[in-house]
C-alpha cells in the first residue's frame, strides 16, 4: 500500500533554532517527493521539489534531503521564524503508471515560539 | 493577479441539502484537482481534470460531483449522498497532470454541517 509517514507529529521550538522534519514513503513506483507549507486554515503552498536523482536540495532557509534507497526524506529549517509555524506536508509522486498520483503525508505541526 | 480562488471560506449546510464549492484560476491550467483535508489525516483526491469537460474520479468520489465546462472553473458539488461532509476542501490547479508539475493549491473552503 502506497503511504507516506511523517514524524514527529508536531514540534515545538524556539525562535531562532534549528529543527528537522521526517518523512519516510513505501510509495512505489516513486516519480518524485515534494514538501509543501500550510498555514493554519489556508492551502498548501510549495517549498521543494525533488526526482529520485538529486539528494538535497534548498529554497531560503528551507533545505530537503531525499535518500531513495531508503524511501526517507527530512525537511531541514535553519533560523527559524514565528512565521515558520505552519504544518509542512510531505508529498510523494507515484509513477506515470499510476496516474501520476499523489501521496500526502498527514503533516507535521510546527510552532515556532518567541 | 494570477491565482486560484475559491469561495466561500465557510459554508454550512443542513443535513440533507445539496451546495456548491467553486474553484477558479486564471493560470491557464488545463490540470484542476479537489482534495478533502480532514484532522489529523492527508489530503485525499476526491476528482481530478485533465482537460475541459473530462474528469475522473479519485479515492472518495462517492457523495460528490463535478462538472468541467470551462477551463477556468471546476465546481464541486457536495451531495446529500456524503455522509460525513464536514471537512476542509481544497481545489488546486497544475499546467498539465504530468508527473513533475507543481499543484498550486487554492485557500479552501471549510464545510459544516449542521
Known amino acids: 500500500k502506497n503511504q507516506v509517514e511523517q514524524s514527529p507529529q508536531s514540534l515545538i521550538i524556539l525562535e531562532g533554532k534549528n529543527c528537522t522534519l521526517q518523512?519516510?514513503?513505501?510509495?512505489?513506483?516513486?516519480?518524485?517527493l515534494r514538501w509543501y507549507k500550510q498555514d493554519t486554515g489556508r492551502g498548501p503552498v510549495s517549498l521543494t521539489i525533488?526526482?529520485?536523482?538529486?539528494n538535497t536540495k534548498s529554497n531560503g532557509r528551507y533545505t530537503a534531503t531525499l535518500d531513495a534507497d531508503t524511501k526517507q526524506s527530512s525537511l531541514h529549517i535553519t533560523a527559524s521564524q514565528l512565521s515558520d509555524s505552519a504544518s509542512y506536508i510531505c508529498?510523494?509522486?507515484?509513477?506515470?503508471?499510476?496516474?501520476?498520483?499523489?501521496?500526502f503525508g498527514a503533516g507535521t505541526i510546527l510552532r515556532v515560539k518567541s | 493577479d494570477g491565482g486560484i480562488t475559491q469561495s466561500p471560506k465557510y459554508l454550512f449546510r443542513k443535513e440533507g441539502q445539496n451546495v456548491t464549492l467553486s474553484c477558479e484560476q486564471n493560470?491557464?491550467?488545463?490540470?484542476m484537482y479537489w482534495y478533502r483535508q480532514d484532522p489529523g489525516q492527508g489530503l485525499r483526491l476526491i476528482y481530478y481534470?485533465?482537460?475541459?469537460?473530462?474528469?475522473q474520479k479519485g479515492d472518495i468520489a462517492e457523495g460528490y460531483s463535478v462538472s468541467r465546462e470551462k477551463k477556468e472553473s471546476f465546481p464541486l458539488t457536495v451531495t446529500s449522498a456524503q455522509k460525513n461532509p464536514t471537512a476542509f476542501y481544497l481545489c488546486?490547479?497544475?499546467?498539465?497532470?504530468?508527473?513533475?508539475?507543481?499543484?498550486?493549491f487554492g485557500p479552501g473552503t471549510r464545510l459544516t454541517v449542521l
Open positions: 488546486a490547479s497544475s499546467l498539465t497532470s504530468g508527473a513533475y508539475n507543481e499543484q498550486f
Open positions: 518523512c519516510n514513503y513505501t510509495v512505489s513506483p516513486f516519480s518524485n
Open positions: 525533488m526526482t529520485f536523482s538529486e
Open positions: 508529498v510523494v509522486s507515484a509513477g506515470r503508471e499510476y496516474g501520476n498520483k499523489l501521496v
Open positions: 493560470l491557464n491550467h488545463d490540470a
Open positions: 481534470s485533465q482537460i475541459v469537460n473530462d474528469f
